[in-house]
């Protein structure tokens, strides 16, 4: 390409990233069509020929949407298309390490005032309100492989959904193609706020976990949840308030303490992933982690609640199937 053809390619790669980050679902599509090339060569390179390669493009076409507004340097974005695809590809050659999308390229910063902050949220709040949109089984799969920083890979998804990893696949390439749809449907709708949705949700994690520590764990979910909570195991009932709280009364009394590490939180969709803090005295005591996957009912309690480790350990000393935790 020559020099003059290469300043018109970036230029119009601004125009086009620009637009994208005002929300036009359009010119995304252009853009990841102009780098297509690119992009899957990247995948080619890291995977080889196979399957994993569109499953890589696919999840970089939503990473893509979801942190266009992040991109500081719109005349770079193929640098940050290739990035996404790199990352994308090397974590599914590690396979145990979560998929993780980047946040930005750290490219030469433009101005990021207020108009630019705004302009990212207004692209939030549109994809959520798209993400709503899908039917449940489609959007646990989705939000868990593209919102949550543990449950990523194909096949923790599969186990949080009760589903071989096919049918993970399948349902993820069903979501992604529903959701473009969708959001050029939606472009000019009404979108709700995620970002104030999501720090009510931090707060509401805070306070579950401080009155389980205080002993007031069965006040607090007769309070603040659907008076029909079940605990599932995949899509199976396994119990109902009284497990969940004799399992956290059961931890906290080993010693066993959760933090707040991520929050995702839609109309109908709330994953809290927690830190698990082991005693000092017994640190194999538990895993890592957990993640709480809340389906909401329409007054928007938790009614549904999966117990999730998003990284478990390979042998616990103790070990209990009431939460899912210890």
């Not at 549109?126 to 949550?148: N, Y």
């Not at 906290?252 to 995702?264: E, I, K, S, T």
Request: charged share 25%; net charge negative; with cysteine.
């Amino acid at each position: 390409m020559s020099p003059n053809a290469a300043d018109t390619a970036r230029l119009e790669d601004a125009v086009l990233t620009r637009a994208a980050q005002a929300g036009d679902v359009t010119a995304l599509g252009q853009l990841l069509e102009r780098h297509r090339a690119g992009m899957r060569a990247v995948a080619l390179s890291i995977l080889g020929p196979g399957p994993d390669v569109d499953d890589v493009l696919q999840d970089a076409a939503v990473t893509a949407l979801r942190r266009v507004g992040d991109v500081r340097d719109p005349a770079a974005i193929g640098a940050w298309l290739r990035m996404i695809v790199r990352n994308a590809a090397r974590s599914l050659l590690r396979g145990s390490v979560a998929f993780r999308p980047i946040d930005d390229l750290h490219l030469p910063s433009t101005d990021a005032g207020p108009e630019r902050l705004l302009e990212h949220h207004a692209m939030r709040d549109w994809i959520w309100e798209a993400v709503e949109e899908l039917s449940p089984t489609l959007r646990l799969p989705l939000v868990l492989r593209h919102f949550s920083t543990g449950v990523t890979s194909y096949e923790r998804i599969a186990e949080a959904c009760g589903v071989p990893v096919g049918t993970v696949r399948s349902r993820l390439n069903q979501g992604r193609a529903k959701l473009a749809t969708t959001l050029a449907a939606t472009a000019d709708a009404p979108h709700g706020d995620t970002a104030r949705r999501t720090r009510a949700s931090r707060v509401e994690a805070r306070e579950t976990l401080a009155a389980a520590e205080s002993g007031l764990f069965g006040a607090f979910l007769a309070e603040r949840w659907s008076p029909e909570i079940a605990l599932l195991r995949g899509n199976e009932p396994v119990g109902d308030r009284s497990l969940l709280v004799r399992g956290m009364d059961g931890d906290l009394d080993a010693g066993v303490r959760q933090r707040l590490a991520h929050a995702v939180a839609g109309r109908s969709l709330v994953v809290w992933e927690m830190d698990l803090l082991a005693p000092a005295d017994d640190p194999d005591h538990c895993p890592p982690s957990v993640a709480w996957l809340m389906t909401l009912d329409d007054a928007g309690r938790p009614h549904r609640l999966r117990l999730l480790h998003p990284r478990p350990v390979q042998a616990l000393q103790t070990h209990s199937d009431v939460t899912g935790v210890t």
